[in-house]
């Protein structure tokens, strides 16, 4: 048997245990519902398929509803291997919120195999014009950058659609939600401000940037910064000794030799430890595709990377 066909059967029967398992388990939560229906009627269960986007929803529903990420924190979205828990999350979903543009490969067969054929799926991304370069779907022809929450504003848009999205399922809600989003808008109206006001402070001449993935390109551009190289288009792969040389030779030039590197992508620390080496250069952290318990929000997150490159840079 080839390796192949046996990863594939492999896969074929975790899917059939999957599906067993959520008959089991939809009829076990139906009785569930019937039971507890009075005291959960109003609370709507979101699934968002990365911490960033639970954060937003989160600052949208508060108590009215409640959000499970389906990536946990740290842990890198590229790569997700969706679980048996996963699939009972979905399946038990009144709304789904993912970001689109191929960032979340993993979620098509999810929801093919588990969700109700009438969940509303909700593609944050949708309408918002990509850049072209870092698409995270190595089979998809229209290439396109799919981090738009690196810029506040795009994020902004995220929070709108997402206000949308949950006064069309909850009517009754409308008005909270809409309030909350508005509360929330002029928070990320003030971290944008604050943002374009560090980067401000950095010398222009060090405004400029190496990181491991090609993820920053919507950061660079809101807030005036160049992205002069990056070690991977995509996390899942690793860079090669050819492209590793070229970025040695190129931050050589550089005033500030600085590589950003990204919490939840364990393999970038040695590559990057090792162009450190090699250039005299820091190591430092920016935050693009997850949260962690030390950086729990989206603002935290927008707030840590706003101090780590002016540390870095000025
Ligand atoms: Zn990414």
Known sequence: MQVDDYRHRLRGDYMFCIKKRLTLFVLAFSIFLSTFSIASASEIRAVATFPILADLVKQVGKERVKVVSIVPLGADPH????????????????????????????????????????????VLSEGLKARPGASHDPHSHHEGDPHFWLNVQFAMEYVRNIERALSEIDPDGAGVYQKNAEEYLNQLQELDNWLISQIKSIPEENRRIITYHDG?????????????GFLVTNPDREPTALEMAKLTDMMKKFSRKVIFVEPQISSSHRYANALAKEVSGKISVLYSDT??????????MMRFNGNSLVEALR
């Open 216 to 228: 920053f390109g919507y950061l660079a551009e809101r807030y005036g910064l160049s992205v002069e």
């Open 79 to 122: 790569t997700w291997e969706a679980t048996p828990a996963d699939a009972k999350n979905v399946a038990s979903a009144d709304i789904l919120f993912s970001n689109g543009l191929g960032f979340e490969l993993w979620l098509e067969r999810l929801i093919e195999n588990v969700a109700q054929a009438d969940l509303p799926i909700i």
């Open 291 to 300: 949260l962690t318990e030390e950086v729990p929000s989206y603002i935290d």
